[in-house]
């Protein structure tokens, strides 16, 4: 089984555009004759990530600090969003019940964990939503060199920060591959995501984010269940690391939309085979 031809194109999309124009054709045939194209398309992103790497230095940087610790500090603030909501809807939720069904349901000695998961679920969506609905404006003024690079990047460094703060720490603790599935999955969404728009293929770009979104949460999640020490069950702790990621994937793409112009029609460059149709 080889990999999906939208795989490739997005593995692609990570490398700078000149990379990418000279060495694309020829990397893209190495692919089509590979007789390990899972591993070898991992090579490809590697090295697609180094040369992307390698495009972003300090001097390059050094303008746009403000806005890069903007971008760092965001995932804390969904963190502190979630921290102050998530027990008030939660336990709000309960006490609804109670009164409801009659002291049946609600706050007491019986009541189990799963029962915060509800009330969880509708308030990380909703700072999801309020993330996401004010990209553009909270990003104005950011220009920084690489944004498909910067931008998960930056966000992924913040969570590491968020990972070590009590109580995310607690089901976080061992889960050493969480943030790095995240990043390097969001990385590659985002050069096809921003590939897509540049090439004034909107549609196609809100259709990625829109199936790529729960595809990056479902194997992150995969990963930390796998890696974490503690029980499965600790992923749905309401204040958990993966929490923060899931605002801060679609408030990823939310960015990028934000910051990225669409090429005008008449301006548009021709598909080539490493671009994809």
């Known amino acids: 089984m080889r990999p999906p031809a939208w795989l490739v194109r997005a593995t692609f999309a990570v490398y700078p555009e000149d990379v990418r ?89 019986d009541v189990s964990f799963a029962a915060f998961i509800p009330g969880g679920l509708v308030t990380i969506g909703f700072v999801a939503f309020v993330a996401t609905q004010n990209a553009r404006r909270w990003v ?30 607690l089901p976080y603790f061992g889960g050493w591959a969480t943030v790095p599935c995240w990043w390097l999955m969001v990385l590659v969404l985002s050069a096809r995501y921003r590939t897509l728009i540049r090439h004034g293929r909107t549609g196609a770009a809100r259709g990625l984010a829109v199936v790529g979104t729960p595809a990056v949460l479902a194997v992150t999640a995969t990963v930390h269940l796998t890696t974490t020490l503690f029980p499965g069950e600790m992923l749905f ?41």
């Open 140 to 169: 104005d003024s950011l220009d920084v060199p690489a944004p498909a690079f910067l931008v998960p990047t930056l966000l992924g460094l913040g969570c590491l920060g968020v990972g070590i703060l009590p109580p995310t720490v």
């Open 21 to 109: 124009d000279r060495y694309g054709v020829e990397i893209a045939d190495l692919l089509d004759g590979s007789p390990r194209p899972w591993r070898d398309l991992g090579d490809v992103a590697w090295n697609a990530v180094l040369e992307r790497v390698g495009t972003v230095r300090y001097g390059r940087l050094r303008p746009y600090r403000r806005q890069m610790l903007a971008l760092v500090t965001f995932p804390a603030v969904f963190w502190v969003a979630l921290l102050i909501l998530l027990p008030t809807v939660a336990f709000g939720t309960l006490a609804v019940g109670g009164l409801v069904t009659r002291g049946r349901f609600g706050l007491g000695p």
């Open 237 to 277: 702790w309401p204040m958990s690391l993966m929490s923060v990621l899931v605002v801060c994937t679609p408030f990823t793409f939310a960015i990028l939309s934000a910051v990225t112009p669409e090429c005008p029609r008449s301006a548009r460059p021709p598909a080539s085979r490493a671009d994809g149709p």
